[in-house]
Structure formats: C-alpha cells, structure tokens
C-alpha cells in the first residue's frame, strides 16, 4: 500500500518513521534532496545522508548532524524540522533559497542509530553506541569521544563501562568512522560542520580537547555571538557561547575539534534546550519552538560560510 500517515515534525519519531521519512522526502523533492547511505552501524542499520540544495557545480557544503547522543531526541527532531523547512520554504523565503541554490547541506538525520532504537526499545537515557566491548559486559562507545582529537587525554573515560567511554582507539566506531571518511573524501568542499546535541543551550567551537585558542577563534567567537543573536531573538532564549573547553568542560575525541584540525574551519557544537529543567526529555510541546529558533542560528553561520568561506 502507498498510503501512509502525515509525516510528524512536532513529535519524537522513532528510527523506522525517520529512514520511511527520509526516503520519502528525497522522492518527493527530487531537484532539492537525495537521499545515499553514510555507512553502516555496529548492528547493521543503515545510517542515511540527505543532500539538500539544488545542484549546481563547484558548491560549498556545510554537514549537519543529528543523533549522536542516543538520548537527545530534541536534536533528532531539529534534523528533520531543518529538512523540511528547506522543501517547503525553497523559492519563497529569499535567505534560504539562496543559501540552497549556492550550498549543499549534508543532514545526517540520525548518526548513532543503533544508540536510538536502543532508547525507543530499553532504555530511555542510552548515550552511547551499541558495540561490544571485549573483556566486559558493558556496552558501547561515546561517539563524540571517539575522534582522533587529543583522544582520551582529557574528560573522556578509558573504562568500557562509563558514558564517556573513548573507545579502543580513535574511529573504532563503524558510525565515527563512516562520518570521518566522509569528510575527509569531501574536504574541499566542506566548509562547515555543525553538530547538534541537547542539553545546556550552548553553541561552541575549538576547542574542547584543551584551553588551546583556536587560531580562528576570534572569526568563530564573531560567527557565534551573531548567530547566537538571532536564535534569541525569536523567544529570547538564552545561550552562551564560547570555545568548548572555557564554555561547557574539557573533552577530548570530539567531532567538532577533529573537523577543525582536519581542515573544516566553521566548525560548530550546538547544544539545545533545556538548561536541565527537562534535560533529555524535552517535552515534544518544545519542539517547533527549538526547531525554529535553532534554525535562525543556522542560517546566520550559513550565510557567513557563503559568504567568507
Ligand atoms: O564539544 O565539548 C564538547 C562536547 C560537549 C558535549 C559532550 O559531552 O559530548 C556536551 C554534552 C552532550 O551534549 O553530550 C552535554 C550533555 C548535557 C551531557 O550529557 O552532559
Ligand atoms: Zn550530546
């Protein structure tokens, strides 16, 4: 049967209704987003890539990902709202259709699927990956410890059963490892990373693996405080904003510091509501309000990739 219900934006789905969404959103918006597979996960599922933007040669590209802590189902939903916003707002809202018609946005709707089903099916607060560990019974890897960015020196667990587990070694994860060989057989068109987590309302940059100052921190802290401007501007949220490691703690093994030192220099960590009132459960009434805000945020960093990358 072809009848299927109404796709929900302002409910948690689960990983079924995203990849039934996903594929169905690339069919339907063919000239504006195709759908190819990521990789793989530890247990087998697909992990999808969406490309948004009309094509066009020689574009920029900026990679936007979701699900990488299973639990923070808020920043699952952003990718979607993100995908959908694009298809329907293209050729009427004058900001996005040029950002689409001159970048490509590479949206990983859900990066740790393995992670997320395991939150929907067991248990609710799940971070890590899925992977077996050898010599313990614990399980899993914090995927956002697992790059090879000053890996487990600092704020990542060497220990199989901690949440911040670092891994047996940099990329030992099928999900980090199918995300960094994607930017890495892409780096001359990938100007931008940002990766979305919940909670703590935050958006950071390099680094977060030492009080390092990036060499382009003064341009990032510029391109965070504007777009951090213009999220607040919608509900007055309230974000601060900063390198990683003064703004939020040390961590070692993330993705943004790895995209940075591999050449990726708008590289972004967003962390959206709540500041701990919900947490992980943001209520679903808050999603289209994250969603949006989020999005005015994006498109600032956007606009200044297109324009300075
Ligand atoms: O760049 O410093 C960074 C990463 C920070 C995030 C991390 O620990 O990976 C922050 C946490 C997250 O989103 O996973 C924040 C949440 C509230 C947590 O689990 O502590
Ligand atoms: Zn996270």
Not at 43 to 67: F, H, M, Q, T, W
Request: glycine share 8%; with cysteine; charged share 15%.
């Amino acid at each position: 049967s072809n009848i299927r219900a109404v796709h929900s934006y302002v409910k948690y789905n689960d990983l079924d209704t995203i990849n039934a969404w996903s594929a169905n959103i690339a069919a339907q918006n063919s000239g504006l987003v195709s759908r190819s597979q990521l990789g793989t996960s530890y247990e087998g599922r697909p992990i999808y890539l969406l490309k948004v933007g009309k094509s066009g040669s020689n574009k920029k590209a900026v990679v936007l990902d979701c699900g990488f802590h299973a639990r923070e189902w808020i920043s699952v939903a952003f990718c979607q709202w993100f995908v959908k916003e694009a298809v329907e707002k293209y050729g009427s809202d004058t900001q996005l259709t040029n950002l689409l018609n001159n970048l490509d946005f590479y949206v990983v709707p859900v990066l740790n699927v393995d992670g997320y089903a395991y939150t929907w099916s067991t248990n609710r607060m799940w971070r890590k990956t899925r992977s077996v560990n050898s010599g313990t019974t614990c399980i899993g890897t914090d995927p956002n410890r697992n790059f090879n960015a000053g890996w487990c020196t600092v704020g990542a667990s060497s220990r199989a059963c901690d949440d911040t587990y670092c891994g047996s070694s940099p990329e030992s994860e099928r999900e980090t490892k199918a995300l960094a060989n994607f930017i890495r057989n892409n780096l001359s068109s990938i100007k931008g990373y940002l990766t979305i987590h919940s909670y703590s309302q935050m958006l950071l940059f390099p680094y977060s693996y030492s009080y390092a100052v990036a060499k382009d921190h003064t341009e990032l802290n510029t391109v965070a405080k504007n777009a951090v401007s213009q999220l607040t501007s919608l509900y007055k949220t309230k974000y601060t904003y900063g390198a990683g490691g003064t703004t939020i703690y040390l961590a070692a093994g993330g993705s943004d510091d790895w995209a940075y030192d591999a050449g990726v220099k708008y590289s972004f960590t967003f962390e959206l509501r709540d500041t701990g009132r919900y947490g992980f459960l943001l209520p679903e009434s808050q999603i289209q309000a994250t969603s949006q805000e989020t999005i005015l945020a994006v498109r600032s960093i956007a606009t200044h990739i297109l324009n300075n990358a």
